[in-house]
Protein backbone atom coordinates (compact mmCIF):
# COMPACT_ATOMS: atom_id res chain seq x y z
CA UNK A 1 0.00 0.00 0.00
CA UNK A 2 1.09 3.59 -0.65
CA UNK A 3 -0.74 6.61 1.45
CA UNK A 4 0.17 10.11 1.45
CA UNK A 5 -1.52 11.66 4.60
CA UNK A 6 -4.35 9.18 5.70
CA UNK A 7 -6.67 9.51 2.67
CA UNK A 8 -4.73 8.48 -0.05
CA UNK A 9 -5.51 5.22 -1.84
CA UNK A 10 -3.18 2.43 -0.63
CA UNK A 11 -1.53 0.60 -3.29
CA UNK A 12 1.12 -1.45 -2.18
CA UNK A 13 2.65 -2.81 0.66
CA UNK A 14 1.37 -1.38 3.99
CA UNK A 15 2.05 2.35 4.49
CA UNK A 16 1.41 4.16 7.92
CA UNK A 17 4.04 7.09 7.42
CA UNK A 18 2.73 10.09 7.22
CA UNK A 19 4.39 12.00 3.78
CA UNK A 20 6.38 8.70 2.10
CA UNK A 21 8.15 9.42 -0.57
CA UNK A 22 6.65 8.18 -3.68
CA UNK A 23 8.96 5.37 -5.47
CA UNK A 24 9.48 4.88 -8.51
CA UNK A 25 8.21 0.60 -10.11
CA UNK A 26 10.06 -1.87 -9.18
CA UNK A 27 12.50 0.62 -6.92
CA UNK A 28 13.22 -0.12 -3.34
CA UNK A 29 14.65 1.51 -0.20
CA UNK A 30 18.41 0.66 0.19
CA UNK A 31 18.29 -0.10 3.95
CA UNK A 32 15.32 -1.80 6.26
CA UNK A 33 15.34 -1.28 9.91
CA UNK A 34 13.64 -3.62 12.61
CA UNK A 35 13.83 -2.28 15.66
CA UNK A 36 12.97 -4.77 18.88
CA UNK A 37 12.75 -4.78 22.49
CA UNK A 38 16.22 -6.18 22.88
CA UNK A 39 17.88 -5.67 19.29
CA UNK A 40 18.10 -3.58 16.31
CA UNK A 41 18.58 -5.15 12.67
CA UNK A 42 19.47 -3.68 9.95
CA UNK A 43 19.65 -4.48 6.17
CA UNK A 44 21.54 -3.04 3.19
CA UNK A 45 19.88 -3.94 -0.24
CA UNK A 46 20.82 -3.09 -3.48
CA UNK A 47 19.04 -2.06 -5.63
CA UNK A 48 19.10 -5.59 -8.12
CA UNK A 49 17.29 -6.66 -4.74
CA UNK A 50 20.67 -8.71 -3.00
CA UNK A 51 21.02 -8.35 0.68
CA UNK A 52 24.46 -6.63 0.69
CA UNK A 53 25.21 -5.74 4.35
CA UNK A 54 23.66 -6.58 7.77
CA UNK A 55 24.14 -5.04 11.11
CA UNK A 56 22.95 -6.20 14.19
CA UNK A 57 23.44 -4.94 17.38
CA UNK A 58 21.82 -5.93 21.21
CA UNK A 59 19.82 -2.56 22.48
CA UNK A 60 19.67 -1.82 26.82
CA UNK A 61 16.47 -2.41 28.21
CA UNK A 62 13.99 -0.46 28.56
CA UNK A 63 14.80 1.31 25.38
CA UNK A 64 11.86 0.11 23.44
CA UNK A 65 9.14 -1.28 25.48
CA UNK A 66 6.36 -3.05 24.24
CA UNK A 67 6.82 -1.35 20.47
CA UNK A 68 6.98 1.87 22.36
CA UNK A 69 10.14 3.97 22.31
CA UNK A 70 11.48 5.08 25.40
CA UNK A 71 14.47 6.70 24.74
CA UNK A 72 14.56 8.52 21.17
CA UNK A 73 18.33 10.09 21.55
CA UNK A 74 20.17 7.03 22.89
CA UNK A 75 18.28 4.64 20.45
CA UNK A 76 19.23 7.23 17.27
CA UNK A 77 22.57 6.86 18.51
CA UNK A 78 22.70 2.94 18.74
CA UNK A 79 21.05 3.20 15.04
CA UNK A 80 24.33 5.24 13.78
CA UNK A 81 26.78 3.66 15.81
CA UNK A 82 25.65 0.43 14.25
CA UNK A 83 25.48 1.93 10.78
CA UNK A 84 28.68 2.69 11.27
CA UNK A 85 30.13 -0.71 12.44
CA UNK A 86 28.89 -2.46 9.33
CA UNK A 87 29.45 0.44 6.88
CA UNK A 88 25.71 0.35 5.59
CA UNK A 89 25.55 3.77 3.78
CA UNK A 90 22.29 5.15 2.51
CA UNK A 91 19.76 7.64 3.86
CA UNK A 92 16.36 6.18 3.15
CA UNK A 93 14.83 3.47 4.94
CA UNK A 94 11.50 0.88 5.29
CA UNK A 95 10.55 0.47 8.97
CA UNK A 96 9.06 -2.98 10.06
CA UNK A 97 7.03 -1.72 13.21
CA UNK A 98 4.98 -4.36 15.70
CA UNK A 99 4.16 -4.11 19.05
CA UNK A 100 0.53 -4.74 21.25
CA UNK A 101 -0.82 -1.57 19.91
CA UNK A 102 -0.45 -2.68 16.64
CA UNK A 103 -3.90 -3.86 15.39
CA UNK A 104 -5.01 -5.92 12.31
CA UNK A 105 -8.02 -7.04 11.09
CA UNK A 106 -9.46 -8.96 7.77
CA UNK A 107 -12.45 -7.22 6.97
CA UNK A 108 -15.59 -8.33 4.30
CA UNK A 109 -16.76 -5.46 2.87
CA UNK A 110 -19.55 -5.40 -0.35
CA UNK A 111 -17.97 -3.91 -3.41
CA UNK A 112 -17.43 -0.25 -3.12
CA UNK A 113 -15.61 2.57 -4.19
CA UNK A 114 -11.90 3.69 -2.59
CA UNK A 115 -13.69 6.62 -0.35
CA UNK A 116 -16.52 3.89 0.66
CA UNK A 117 -13.77 1.55 1.95
CA UNK A 118 -11.86 3.94 3.98
CA UNK A 119 -15.17 5.19 5.65
CA UNK A 120 -16.40 1.52 6.24
CA UNK A 121 -12.90 0.17 7.38
CA UNK A 122 -13.14 3.41 10.53
CA UNK A 123 -17.08 2.57 11.07
CA UNK A 124 -16.08 -1.40 11.12
CA UNK A 125 -12.82 -0.90 13.13
CA UNK A 126 -14.19 1.67 16.21
CA UNK A 127 -15.38 -1.25 18.72
CA UNK A 128 -11.50 -2.28 18.41
CA UNK A 129 -9.91 0.67 19.20
CA UNK A 130 -9.05 2.25 22.34
CA UNK A 131 -8.91 5.75 21.47
CA UNK A 132 -10.87 7.76 18.27
CA UNK A 133 -10.24 6.18 14.63
CA UNK A 134 -8.59 9.98 14.03
CA UNK A 135 -5.53 9.11 16.72
CA UNK A 136 -4.89 6.55 14.41
CA UNK A 137 -2.83 6.07 11.14
CA UNK A 138 -5.09 3.38 9.61
CA UNK A 139 -4.18 1.56 6.48
CA UNK A 140 -5.59 -1.38 3.81
CA UNK A 141 -5.07 -3.90 1.19
CA UNK A 142 -7.73 -5.43 -0.80
CA UNK A 143 -6.53 -9.07 -0.56
CA UNK A 144 -9.30 -10.63 -2.68
CA UNK A 145 -12.27 -10.33 -4.61
CA UNK A 146 -15.31 -12.78 -3.50
CA UNK A 147 -17.44 -13.44 -5.98
CA UNK A 148 -21.56 -13.72 -5.42
CA UNK A 149 -23.11 -16.79 -6.07
CA UNK A 150 -26.10 -15.25 -7.14
CA UNK A 151 -24.29 -13.09 -9.94
CA UNK A 152 -24.86 -9.84 -7.94
CA UNK A 153 -22.18 -7.95 -6.51
CA UNK A 154 -18.94 -9.52 -5.05
CA UNK A 155 -17.28 -8.55 -1.69
CA UNK A 156 -13.81 -7.30 -1.16
CA UNK A 157 -11.88 -9.69 1.39
CA UNK A 158 -9.52 -6.05 3.01
CA UNK A 159 -6.37 -6.34 5.80
CA UNK A 160 -6.87 -3.65 7.79
CA UNK A 161 -3.77 -2.21 10.05
CA UNK A 162 -4.42 0.61 12.65
CA UNK A 163 -1.22 2.17 14.67
CA UNK A 164 -1.35 5.40 17.02
CA UNK A 165 -0.64 8.18 15.15
CA UNK A 166 2.42 9.13 18.22
CA UNK A 167 4.02 6.02 17.99
CA UNK A 168 4.80 5.90 14.45
CA UNK A 169 5.97 9.44 14.62
CA UNK A 170 7.60 8.70 17.34
CA UNK A 171 9.82 5.88 15.03
CA UNK A 172 9.90 8.53 12.33
CA UNK A 173 11.59 11.41 14.41
CA UNK A 174 14.21 8.48 15.98
CA UNK A 175 15.61 7.51 12.74
CA UNK A 176 15.62 11.40 11.25
CA UNK A 177 17.60 11.35 14.49
CA UNK A 178 19.96 8.96 12.81
CA UNK A 179 20.04 10.63 9.81
CA UNK A 180 17.32 8.33 8.08
CA UNK A 181 14.49 8.91 6.56
CA UNK A 182 11.63 6.75 6.58
CA UNK A 183 9.71 5.92 3.55
CA UNK A 184 8.04 3.21 4.09
CA UNK A 185 6.38 1.63 7.12
CA UNK A 186 5.28 -2.32 7.02
CA UNK A 187 4.11 -4.54 9.29
CA UNK A 188 4.68 -8.43 10.06
CA UNK A 189 1.22 -9.62 8.59
CA UNK A 190 2.14 -7.98 5.31
CA UNK A 191 5.99 -8.98 5.55
CA UNK A 192 5.49 -12.24 5.88
CA UNK A 193 3.41 -12.65 3.02
CA UNK A 194 5.90 -10.76 0.84
CA UNK A 195 8.53 -13.01 2.00
CA UNK A 196 6.39 -15.79 1.03
CA UNK A 197 5.72 -14.61 -2.55
CA UNK A 198 9.79 -14.02 -2.64
CA UNK A 199 10.83 -17.42 -1.63
CA UNK A 200 8.03 -19.30 -3.84
CA UNK A 201 8.75 -18.00 -6.52
CA UNK A 202 12.19 -17.81 -6.52
CA UNK A 203 11.64 -22.03 -5.88
CA UNK A 204 9.39 -21.80 -8.93
CA UNK A 205 6.59 -22.89 -6.28
CA UNK A 206 2.90 -21.93 -6.52
CA UNK A 207 2.25 -19.81 -3.83
CA UNK A 208 -1.22 -18.92 -5.25
CA UNK A 209 -2.53 -21.99 -4.60
CA UNK A 210 -0.45 -22.81 -0.83
CA UNK A 211 -1.89 -22.50 2.73
CA UNK A 212 1.24 -21.42 4.35
CA UNK A 213 2.09 -20.52 8.20
CA UNK A 214 5.24 -18.67 9.07
CA UNK A 215 6.40 -18.15 12.60
CA UNK A 216 7.99 -15.70 14.25
CA UNK A 217 10.09 -17.39 17.44
CA UNK A 218 11.51 -13.33 18.28
CA UNK A 219 12.79 -12.31 21.89
CA UNK A 220 9.77 -11.36 23.93
CA UNK A 221 7.00 -12.97 21.69
CA UNK A 222 6.33 -16.05 19.38
CA UNK A 223 4.17 -14.22 16.30
CA UNK A 224 2.32 -16.73 13.77
CA UNK A 225 0.61 -15.66 10.50
CA UNK A 226 -1.28 -18.26 8.29
CA UNK A 227 -1.49 -17.03 4.62
CA UNK A 228 -4.24 -18.81 2.61
CA UNK A 229 -3.35 -18.50 -1.92
CA UNK A 230 -0.30 -15.93 -0.74
CA UNK A 231 -2.99 -13.59 1.27
CA UNK A 232 -2.93 -12.59 5.04
CA UNK A 233 -5.76 -14.80 6.66
CA UNK A 234 -4.97 -14.62 10.72
CA UNK A 235 -2.13 -13.00 12.66
CA UNK A 236 -1.91 -14.48 16.48
CA UNK A 237 0.96 -13.09 18.88
CA UNK A 238 1.86 -15.38 21.50
CA UNK A 239 4.01 -13.38 24.85
CA UNK A 240 6.53 -15.73 24.90
CA UNK A 241 10.38 -15.72 23.36
CA UNK A 242 13.68 -16.60 23.60
CA UNK A 243 14.45 -14.17 26.22
CA UNK A 244 12.30 -16.46 28.35
CA UNK A 245 13.21 -19.69 27.34
CA UNK A 246 16.85 -18.35 28.12
CA UNK A 247 15.83 -17.13 31.74
CA UNK A 248 14.46 -20.73 32.48
CA UNK A 249 18.25 -22.27 31.79
CA UNK A 250 19.27 -19.68 33.59
CA UNK A 251 17.45 -20.02 36.36
CA UNK A 252 17.20 -23.85 36.27
CA UNK A 253 21.05 -24.31 36.01
CA UNK A 254 22.48 -21.02 38.32
CA UNK A 255 23.95 -19.81 34.58
CA UNK A 256 24.04 -15.59 33.95
CA UNK A 257 22.10 -15.00 31.05
CA UNK A 258 25.11 -14.65 28.51
CA UNK A 259 25.86 -18.00 29.63
CA UNK A 260 22.11 -19.75 29.07
CA UNK A 261 21.77 -17.89 25.69
CA UNK A 262 24.97 -19.50 24.66
CA UNK A 263 23.64 -23.15 26.62
CA UNK A 264 20.94 -22.96 24.36
CA UNK A 265 22.34 -22.41 20.72
CA UNK A 266 24.57 -25.43 21.39
CA UNK A 267 23.19 -27.64 22.53
CA UNK A 268 20.65 -30.28 21.01
CA UNK A 269 18.03 -30.55 22.80
CA UNK A 270 15.42 -31.91 20.33
CA UNK A 271 17.88 -35.02 19.85
CA UNK A 272 17.37 -38.35 22.21
CA UNK A 273 21.04 -38.46 22.71
CA UNK A 274 20.49 -35.28 24.60
CA UNK A 275 18.72 -35.93 27.58
CA UNK A 276 18.67 -34.04 31.04
CA UNK A 277 16.30 -32.03 33.03
CA UNK A 278 17.32 -28.54 31.15
CA UNK A 279 16.54 -30.56 28.05
CA UNK A 280 12.88 -31.12 29.82
CA UNK A 281 12.39 -27.87 30.27
CA UNK A 282 13.81 -26.58 27.13
CA UNK A 283 10.91 -29.28 25.72
CA UNK A 284 8.25 -28.15 27.58
CA UNK A 285 8.73 -24.57 26.86
CA UNK A 286 8.29 -25.22 23.06
CA UNK A 287 5.15 -27.83 23.80
CA UNK A 288 3.36 -24.71 25.47
CA UNK A 289 3.91 -22.81 21.87
CA UNK A 290 3.07 -25.74 19.93
CA UNK A 291 -0.09 -26.30 21.76
CA UNK A 292 -0.84 -22.73 20.39
CA UNK A 293 0.71 -22.98 17.21
CA UNK A 294 -1.69 -26.41 17.04
CA UNK A 295 -4.69 -24.46 17.86
CA UNK A 296 -4.28 -21.77 15.15
CA UNK A 297 -3.63 -24.22 12.79
CA UNK A 298 -6.97 -25.97 13.80
CA UNK A 299 -8.52 -22.95 13.81
CA UNK A 300 -7.37 -22.46 10.07
CA UNK A 301 -8.49 -25.93 9.14
CA UNK A 302 -11.84 -25.17 10.61
CA UNK A 303 -12.25 -22.33 8.40
CA UNK A 304 -10.78 -23.38 5.16
CA UNK A 305 -13.12 -26.39 4.78
CA UNK A 306 -10.83 -28.84 6.87
CA UNK A 307 -7.85 -28.22 4.29
CA UNK A 308 -4.64 -27.45 6.27
CA UNK A 309 -1.38 -25.64 5.93
CA UNK A 310 0.94 -26.74 3.30
CA UNK A 311 4.24 -25.86 4.86
CA UNK A 312 5.26 -24.20 7.99
CA UNK A 313 8.42 -21.64 7.67
CA UNK A 314 9.95 -20.70 11.47
CA UNK A 315 12.27 -17.34 11.36
CA UNK A 316 14.02 -15.69 14.08
CA UNK A 317 16.07 -16.48 16.68
CA UNK A 318 14.54 -19.67 18.07
CA UNK A 319 14.28 -21.13 14.87
CA UNK A 320 17.88 -21.74 14.95
CA UNK A 321 17.78 -24.45 17.47
CA UNK A 322 19.18 -27.38 16.68
CA UNK A 323 16.66 -29.95 15.62
CA UNK A 324 13.43 -27.52 16.50
CA UNK A 325 12.25 -27.88 12.40
CA UNK A 326 12.08 -31.79 13.02
CA UNK A 327 10.03 -31.34 16.57
CA UNK A 328 8.00 -29.22 14.97
CA UNK A 329 7.37 -31.89 12.04
CA UNK A 330 6.57 -34.38 14.42
CA UNK A 331 4.39 -32.86 16.29
CA UNK A 332 2.57 -30.58 14.13
CA UNK A 333 2.54 -33.27 11.35
CA UNK A 334 3.27 -30.82 8.77
CA UNK A 335 6.92 -30.11 6.84
CA UNK A 336 8.71 -27.42 8.38
CA UNK A 337 11.25 -24.94 7.06
CA UNK A 338 13.95 -22.52 8.14
CA UNK A 339 13.46 -18.89 6.35
CA UNK A 340 17.22 -18.60 7.11
CA UNK A 341 17.64 -21.31 5.01
CA UNK A 342 15.27 -20.42 2.22
CA UNK A 343 16.53 -17.17 1.54
CA UNK A 344 20.22 -17.93 1.81
CA UNK A 345 20.13 -20.18 -1.05
CA UNK A 346 19.59 -17.22 -3.87
CA UNK A 347 19.86 -13.71 -3.83
CA UNK A 348 22.42 -12.83 -0.72
CA UNK A 349 26.38 -12.39 -1.08
CA UNK A 350 27.42 -11.90 2.50
CA UNK A 351 29.00 -14.00 5.11
CA UNK A 352 26.58 -14.79 7.83
CA UNK A 353 25.15 -18.39 7.80
CA UNK A 354 22.24 -18.96 10.11
CA UNK A 355 22.73 -14.76 11.29
CA UNK A 356 20.01 -13.78 8.35
CA UNK A 357 17.12 -15.51 10.47
CA UNK A 358 17.12 -12.39 12.67
CA UNK A 359 16.73 -10.19 9.54
CA UNK A 360 13.31 -11.26 7.80
CA UNK A 361 11.65 -8.53 9.00
CA UNK A 362 14.07 -6.06 7.80
CA UNK A 363 14.61 -7.48 4.63
CA UNK A 364 11.07 -8.27 3.68
CA UNK A 365 10.17 -4.53 4.61
CA UNK A 366 11.93 -3.99 1.79
CA UNK A 367 10.25 -5.32 -0.69
CA UNK A 368 7.98 -3.89 -2.82
CA UNK A 369 4.83 -5.61 -4.39
CA UNK A 370 4.03 -5.33 -8.19
CA UNK A 371 0.56 -2.73 -8.42
Known sequence: MSREGKNQKITKGINISRNPLRLQKNQQPIIGIDIGSSSIKIVEMKKNSKIHKLGFEKIPEGLVNQGRIEASQPLADIIKDTMAKYKIKG????????????????????????????????????????????????????????????????????????????????????????????????????????IAKWIMSTNNMDV??????????????????????????????????GDYLTAIIAEKSNMDLIEAEEYKVKNKFFTNSFQNELSLHVRNFFDFLLTDIERTLEFYKNRNNQKGVDQIYIMGGGSLLHGLPEYMEEHLSVKVFRISDMIRQFKFNAKSGDAIAFFSHAIGSTMREER
Open 208 to 241: NHSNLCMIDFGARNTNIVILKNGNYFIHKTVSSG
Open 91 to 194: TECSLCISGSELLVRELKLPEMNENQIMDNIKHEITSFLPLDHEEYCIDYKVLDYIESENNGSGKLSIMVAAVPNNLVESYINTLKKARLRVVYVDIIPNITGK
